[in-house]
């Protein structure tokens, strides 16, 4: 053994020389990277240090040296590829350089004594994620990612191949102080100041994978602390260590009882039963040599020699040992190697060689004969004793038998063309247009796959399996089965090379967009809290847009309709010391809306400039007579005013809002329906209907009308002393007048549906054809939270104030409050339901508020569907169709009304970095998808539950949840293989036997969930039970079939 202590190789200033914290070098050998306190990291040649003793030795000494950070640099590590250097520093900025194959630009630095450059590192990235300094690095064994952690208690993974932020690990409660990776690339280890090693365990991402592929990766895997329990804070590292076999962490900076040791953790169970003690202080460092060591020459005849692992120590006692795991004691001990703590170590890779650097500004290097630390074993020995950990496996299991792989392949094999289609539907294609144009190829009835390859309803699959189109048996006889790599790509250059021209005439080449399909994983929403801007509907979206609930009929104030209640919570008593809080008062106007809901999604809403001098106001003759019912309820609406003219409008049979009978005779096709309102309480009113400024009927009501509706099935208008009064389209009265416990407040029709909304809260539906009540009167007490208001002795408090009360074409209620929730009221379970809350938006990773309408989440998640093969009405939208992504998007609306979203997401924010809350996003997610589909299926809507359903397969799915998996598909077979048993109760919903759930076919459903999870290796046991059952497992014959049915379904869908 012999050291190295070159006068040159330091990090010199014009009056000190420099600390130096970080050292590495790379897997070539022939670099050395150091970091210092200049804030400059310098690569040196590791030939010339060797060499430094030799005289004439004429190469260059210092290969190059970067000053792109503003501060102390703590960390600096080469890529395993060798392509990429990292540094991270207290200006919480990691730098990525790449060596550029020019020569460098300039000779030397002005001003400076600096030698010149001889290679050419360039600054790659800058990674800003940090709130405070870095203080480590590391790099996973196949460069996949790069891990950093520092002083604001983070670990942060970036990719390493995008360098794009993957996941931020907030589960440290301290300082964090060092990294290291297992080199079977299965685990990487954090070590920190709360006295803690968290060990994280991992799927080496794809290449392309974004943060929102990461939901389940990174797992803490547990959390190590009994030989740190007393362990100083004074060190300014805890560089760690995994041992070239995989089998052993060294940890720095532990102690066994009053003295400072070296703890090492034995893989698997997580413990440390072994204690490296001499050094007489803490200790910063520890570095296992990257080779396993033969303690006998295996070049000598019987040689019986076992394999070891070499580990270097040093800290702030200025000694450096050796250690091996064959002896109980140091092999060397080299002590006041510097005059200062040692910060860092690194070996070269031939195992050998010790690069060590301290606080003093000195790179010491210690290399050792051959045979002193023993004798260096072969690469395929390390390899062979990390085969027991997987290290050449990927963490996705393997394909149990031949039925798995065909449904792997079938699940995958819409990636072929998923993203030429993906583009295509991205930058704007109808469907028309991108089946046109695959003339050469296998029409695709333009659908698209989704981000992870599953095929959906219409995607083309591999063999001619289909879920609902394929392409006709003549046009593959035609054609080749599938497209040349030629045509592919001029297609594919096509969608880059798409020209259009902007307003000003200008030609400009529209952006493609790269999705991040193939990432193997999951692809999420972005969860914030924005409003989106307006889009032109595209002709697949058209369909969407139809939202089946009743157009409000009569404007509504701003902030919604007051409500107070007398709750039925009893008060807590107050204490003495504490004050009793002042009950709620209710502002006079609502908030100011800064956005609008349209039908295009949220979009900002217009501005009102402030009014001045006289403020026009509406002609209102009185207040409404309130009924003595209300000083005895326990909910209080607020009772519209009485007007002296109501004026609606029927375009074409669509009920317009509340206008003047100027607006609403400008289309002389309108009915109009007038009610005029007498200045007199006692006098009658007049209620009249016109078309073209002929009267068509006329008639006369005792009491003041409050509120009016209609449709081109019948009119309604409701009085002050609670009466609904009907007539026909040509006048005929329908019903006799309904009497009601109060005064009317809302008043909604859809078709042969009548809404009516009281002032104690009580909600009555009628249909007007039948002649009869949905069900008995509802309270909205419930969904104004009764439940949680205190009854207070200062009279009734202020609660939600209801903004909108709908039909859907079922008779359902649909009402919507101040406070962003949605509720529906469920005819046979005879309750609310709450569709739509804040919670959602918080925590959950599929809240997209830039747009939840159907066709944005499709081309997010699973691609839009096929028709049914059931014949339905072309005239009627679809059962429920938009009432959720509606919902949700007045919950956004309302978020940021009221200015609460930036608060509660800060909370969130907090409650995530706690211990135990590591899986709430994914927890919340699920649940999420959960609530949707449970209100689809409730509501009836059809495309709302098809698209929540593959959403929620392909999220169980790639979580992993068997039991929720194995559920979810025994539920869809329902029908398909159970025939109806006697003698027990009909189920519905999930638990019919019918063959249709939703308006689907069950068989079709359970296809698409099963092509979904069938790329889930971990799975397969499961699906390909129902794979075979579906006939995508077997070979030629059923693949025949397959294209048969699939041609039928593009035949409809022509038809």
């Known amino acids: ?94 730098c990525i350089y790449q060596l550029d194959s020019n020569p460098p630009s300039h000779a030397t630095t002005f001003g400076t004594n600096e030698p ?70 299965k685990f990487f280890a954090t070590a920190g100041d709360d006295r803690t090693i968290k060990i994280f365990r991992f799927t080496p991402p794809a290449p392309n994978a974004t943060a929102h592929d990461m939901v389940n990766n990174f797992v803490l895997e547990t959390t190590i602390s009994a030989p740190f329990k007393s362990s100083p804070l004074t060190t300014y590292f805890r560089r760690c260590s995994w041992s070239p076999d995989g089998n052993h962490i060294a940890a720095a900076n532990a102690v066994n009882g009053p003295v400072s040791s070296v703890a090492i953790i034995e893989r698997s169970r997580w413990d440390s039963q072994i204690n490296l003690i001499g050094h007489e202080g803490p200790t910063e460092a520890c570095m296992f040599s990257p080779r396993l060591f033969h303690t006998s020459n295996p070049a000598e005849k019987g040689a019986t020699g076992s394999l070891v692992t070499v580990i270097a120590s040093a800290g702030q006692d200025k000694t450096l040992s050796i250690w091996n795991t064959n002896t109980s004691r140091p092999v060397v001990i080299v002590q006041d190697v510097a005059s200062k703590s040692i910060s860092d170590l690194a070996w070269a890779p031939d195992g050998q060689t010790l690069f060590a650097c301290s606080l003093d500004g000195n790179i010491v290097v210690v290399r050792f004969e051959v045979g002193e630390l023993g004798w260096v074993a072969t690469a395929e020995e390390n390899d062979k004793a990390l085969e027991k950990y997987g290290v050449a496996r990927k963490g996705m299991g393997t394909a149990e038998d031949v039925d798995g792989l065909h449904l792997e392949n079938h699940s995958k094999a819409g990636e072929l063309r998923g993203a030429e289609s993906r583009m295509g539907a991205l930058m704007g294609d109808s469907p028309s247009a991108a089946t046109s144009k695959s003339d050469t190829a296998a029409a695709t009835n333009g659908t698209k796959s989704t981000k992870n390859g599953e095929a959906k309803n219409g995607d083309v699959v591999k063999n001619g399996e289909t879920n609902g189109s394929s392409e006709p048996k003549s046009k593959e006889k035609e054609t080749p089965a599938a497209e040349s790599a030629d045509k592919a790509a001029e297609r594919i250059n096509e969608l880059k090379s798409r020209v259009q021209v902007t307003k000003d005439g200008r030609k400009r080449v529209a952006p493609l967009l790269v999705s991040s399909s193939g990432t193997g994983l999951l692809s999420l929403p972005q969860s914030q809290l924005v409003g989106a801007k307006s889009k032109t509907a595209t002709q697949s979206e058209t369909p969407q847009t139809i939202i089946d609930l009743s157009k409000p ?267 962003g929730d949605g509720f529906y009221y469920s005819p046979t379970l005879f309750t609310w339901q709450r569709l739509s809350e804040s919670w959602w938006a918080l925590g959950s990773q599929y809240w997209n508020s830039n747009d939840s309408s159907l066709t944005a989440l499709s081309s997010t998640a699973v691609g839009p569907s096929t028709p049914s093969k059931q014949p339905t009405s072309s005239d009627k939208p679809d059962i429920s169709a938009g009432i959720i992504p509606h919902l949700e998007r007045h919950t956004t609306t309302e978020f940021l009304v009221k200015g609460r979203a930036y608060t509660l997401q800060r ?149």
């Open 1 to 94: 053994m012999y050291i190295i202590k070159p006068s040159w190789l330091r990090h010199s200033g014009e009056q000190k020389d420099f600390e130096v914290y970080s050292c590495h070098v790379s897997q070539d050998g022939k670099r050395l990277a150091t970091a210092g306190g200049d804030g400059h990291v310098r690569i040196w040649s590791t030939d010339s240090i060797y060499n430094s003793h030799v005289d004439g030795y004429s190469a260059p000494r210092q290969l190059c040296h970067m000053s792109h950070h503003l501060g102390t640099i703590h960390s600096v590590r080469f890529s395993p590829n060798n392509r990429y250097l990292a540094s991270g520093a207290d200006d919480r900025v990691i």
């Open 116 to 185: 010149p450059p001889i290679e050419n590192w360039k600054t790659h990235k800058r990674l800003v994620g940090h709130d405070s300094d870095v203080q480590d690095l590391a790099w996973s064994y196949d460069n996949s990612i790069l891990v950093s952690v520092g002083l604001d208690s983070k670990v942060v993974v970036w990719s390493g191949h995008t360098f794009e932020k993957l996941k931020t690990l907030a589960v440290h409660q301290s300082h964090v102080k060092g990294i290291t990776f297992d080199p079977a690339n």
């Open 553 to 819: 009929s009569h404007g509504l104030p701003k902030g919604g309709i007051a409500a107070l209640l007398l709750g039925t919570k009893r008060k807590a008593v107050v204490l003495d010391g504490e004050e009793e809080d002042e009950p709620n008062k209710r502002l006079a106007t609502g908030p100011i809306p800064i956005m609008a809901d349209t039908s295009d999604g949220l979009e900002p809403a217009t501005l009102t400039a402030p009014a001045h001098g006289v403020v026009p106001t509406p002609e209102f003759l009185r207040s409404a007579v309130v009924s003595p019912a209300v000083s005895f309820s326990q909910v209080r609406l607020a009772v519209p005013k009485i007007r002296s003219h109501i004026v609606r409008a029927l375009e074409k049979g669509v009920l317009q809002g509340e206008s003047t009978l100027e607006e609403a005779s400008k289309i002389p096709e309108n009915t109009i329906l007038e009610a005029k309102n007498p200045a007199r309480p006692r006098e009658p009113s007049h209620i009249t209907a016109t078309k073209r400024g002929a009267l068509l009927w006329q008639d006369y009501l005792p009491r003041a009308i409050i509120l009016l509706t209609g449709n081109k099935n019948f009119w309604a208008a409701a009085c002050e002393d609670g009466t609904l009064h009907t007539w026909t389209p040509a006048g005929r009265r329908l019903l006799n007048g309904i009497i009601l416990e109060s005064q009317p407040i809302i008043l909604e029709s859809r078709d042969h549906w009548l809404l009516c909304v009281t002032s104690v809260g009580m909600c009555h539906v009628f249909n007007i054809k039948t002649m009869s009540a949905a069900h008995p009167p509802v309270s909205l007490a419930p969904v104004l939270d009764l439940a949680i208001t205190s009854l207070s002795p200062d009279g009734p408090t202020a609660a939600p104030g209801v903004t909108s009360a709908h039909l859907n074409s079922l008779g359902t209620i649909v009402v919507t409050l101040s406070n």
């Open 907 to 1055: 909370l969130i924010k907090q409650l995530l970095a706690k211990d135990g809350f590591e899986g709430f996003e994914s927890v919340v997610s699920v649940a999420h998808l959960e609530n949707r589909m449970a209100g689809a299926l409730a509501l009836g809507a059809k495309e709302e539950f098809r698209l929540y359903l593959f959403m929620y397969a392909k999220r169980i799915g790639a979580e992993g949840l068997r039991s929720k998996v194995e559920e979810l598909l025994n539920t869809l077979v329902g029908g398909v293989l159970k025939d109806g048993e006697r003698g027990e109760e009909k189920g519905r919903g999930w638990f019919s036997k019918e063959d249709v759930l939703c308006g689907w076919e069950r068989r079709e459903l359970l296809k698409g969930v099963v092509l979904i999870l069938g790329k889930f290796r971990d799975l397969q046991r499961t699906t390909v039970q129902y794979a075979r059952i579906l006939g995508l497992t077997s070979g030629d014959d059923d693949d025949k079939e397959g294209e048969e049915e699939g041609t039928n379904g593009v035949e409809e869908m022509e038809e």
